[in-house]
């Protein structure tokens, strides 16, 4: 499985990004996706998921009412929109894909990771 995540860049606090997540190689719609982030000096940190059918997603404290997760099964896509960005929102994001088991905020039961994509935020 390859994950191509996109869509980041630098954007005012206050403004809105839609970083999106495209899957390749393995059938993406049995699947859970989530959403991972890794600030400078800081240990990677979950930030949202989402089950295979789009209908049931999670998210932390740090996101919520911000930040919304949706997929498209049939383009093999995860869009995570962030909006009310803050400067401490500034990270690498990466999407990764879980095979066995239900949307989860646990890194470590994710078996294929994508590379990131940088989001910076400033004042």
């Known amino acids: 499985v390859q994950l191509q995540a996109s869509g980041g860049g630098l954007v005012q606090a206050g403004g809105s990004l839609r970083l999106s997540c495209a899957a390749s190689?393995?059938?993406?719609?049995?699947?859970?996706l989530g959403w991972f982030r890794q600030a400078p000096g800081k240990e990677r940190e979950f930030v949202s998921t989402?089950?295979?059918?789009?209908?049931?997603?999670y998210y932390a404290d740090s996101v919520k009412g911000r930040f919304t997760i949706s997929r498209d099964n049939a383009k093999n896509t995860v869009y995570p929109q962030m909006n009310s960005l803050k400067v401490e929102d500034t990270a690498v994001y990466y999407c990764?894909?879980?095979?066995?088991?239900?949307?989860?905020?646990?890194?470590?039961?994710?078996?294929?990771w994508g590379e990131g994509t940088q989001v910076t935020v400033s004042i």
């Open positions: 990764a894909l879980r095979t066995a088991g239900d949307y989860s905020s646990a890194a470590r039961v994710y078996a294929y």
């Open positions: 190689g393995r059938p993406f719609s049995s699947y859970a």
């Open positions: 989402v089950n295979w059918s789009g209908h049931s997603t």
